[in-house]
């Protein structure tokens, strides 16, 4: 990564992190899914996001994503307002005693 992008995703990271305006699970279940706290389980969803967009995963609008693993929707939360009325996201994951699909 150049060191340009390395500081865009940073800054835009860390961007997210203090945005209290994005959804945001209970602290229970960001605690769940590895986070300290709801501003490091902003802050790495953007950087996966970021990844995604770097390798090309993210290019078109009108995609449908399938997220297998979704947790509480890390991803999610930043992923389905990029898509269009035509594109699709689908968040899957398996907690202990129970499935769970969201849409």
């Not at 340009?4 to 229970?28: H, I, R």
């Not at 996001?49 to 290019?59: A, I, K, S």
């Not at 996201?89 to 907690?95: A, K």
Request: aromatic content about 8%; overall charge negative; some cysteine.
């Amino acid at each position: 990564m150049v060191n340009n992008e390395k500081y865009f995703v940073e800054w835009l990271s860390k961007f997210a992190a203090g945005n209290k305006y994005l959804p945001t699970p209970p602290l229970e279940m960001i605690r769940h899914v590895g986070s300290v706290n709801e501003e490091n389980f902003r802050e790495v969803g953007m950087i996966l996001v970021c990844d995604l967009v770097q390798f090309g995963l993210l290019t078109n609008p009108n995609a449908t994503i399938a997220d297998i693993g979704c947790g509480c929707g890390r991803i999610a939360m930043l992923v389905a307002p990029a898509l269009s009325n035509s594109g699709s996201y689908h968040g899957f994951d398996n907690v202990v005693g129970r499935n769970q699909v969201g849409d």
